[in-house]
């Protein structure tokens, strides 16, 4: 299984960050496996921002996101391409980060395992 982060590296504030993730060796709609984001601050911790996916049989792409990114985090996919993207909306330089995609095996099953990631894409929001 293989994932690839693309999407711009500069964003401007207030608007959207687009992100897209390309899975490769896996349907994302297979059930009981999640497909996530996460990010990293520059010297800050990862911060898990929300997980699409089939955590049961007919659930049909169903996400979840963290709380406090709630109101501004968008998950979606198109299975026609094996993708699936994240929009935020109006970022501020404290959105600055390296974003991560990553699958979470046993999706549904118990506490989430992170078994496969991409290499990350750092995106910058300019004030």
């Known amino acids: 299984v293989q994932l690839q982060e693309s999407g711009p590296g500069l964003v401007k504030s207030s608007q959207t960050l687009s992100l897209t993730c390309t899975v490769s060796?896996?349907?994302?709609?297979?059930?009981?496996?999640?497909w996530t984001w996460i990010r990293q601050p520059p010297g800050q911790g990862l911060e898990w921002m929300g997980v699409?996916?089939?955590?049961?049989?007919?659930?049909?792409?169903?996400?979840y996101y963290s709380p406090s990114l709630k109101s501004r985090t968008s998950i979606s996919r198109d299975t026609s391409k094996n993708q699936f993207s994240l929009q935020l909306s109006s970022v501020t330089p404290e959105d600055t980060a390296v974003y991560y995609c990553a699958r979470v095996g046993k999706y549904g099953l118990g506490p989430y395992e992170y078994d496969y990631w991409g290499k990350g894409t750092l995106v910058t929001v300019s004030s």
């Open positions: 699409i996916g089939d955590h049961a049989i007919g659930a049909d792409g169903s996400t």
């Open positions: 060796g896996q349907s994302i709609t297979t059930t009981y496996y999640g």
